[in-house]
Nanobody, 119 residues
Framework: QVELAESGGGLVQAGGSLRLSCAAL????????MGWFRQAPGKEREVVAF???????AYADSVKGRFTISRDNARGTVYLQMNSLKPEDTAVYYC?????????????WGQGTQVTVSS
């Protein structure tokens, strides 16, 4: 079992930055694939970025060059640094964890944190 807790959301003006954090408890963090997803009102949930146990990362085209995912295995935490934010980035952001054998399906989800970007 893995418990995930996101933090760092909030309200920011377009062009600004936020850093989301997700702390994982309960299982060897270093072996997990960690992902960030988002869901805007009226839209389907979409993947934003993920990072493997070996720290390889991939991003949605819409955030490439603006967002950076990273992990700190010693702290059991994954981060999402979001720069040059746009109003279309407004969404609830979710952290998710996948066991190695489950990926690309994710086994555990956080409760979500709201990010609102004003124009």
């Amino acid at each position: 079992q893995v418990e995930l807790a996101e933090s760092g959301g909030g309200l920011v003006q377009a062009g600004g930055s936020l850093r989301l954090s997700c702390a994982a408890l309960g299982r060897t963090f270093s072996s997990l694939v960690m992902g960030w997803f988002r869901q805007a009102p009226g839209k389907e949930r979409e993947v934003v970025a993920f990072i493997t146990a070996g720290a390889s990362a991939a991003y949605a085209d819409s955030v490439k060059g603006r967002f950076t995912i990273s992990r700190d295995n010693a702290r059991g935490t994954v981060y999402l640094q979001m720069n040059s934010l746009k109003p279309e980035d407004t969404a609830v952001y979710y952290c998710a964890a996948a066991l190695r054998e489950s990926y690309p399906n994710y086994d555990y989800w956080g409760q979500g944190t709201q990010v609102t970007v004003s124009s």
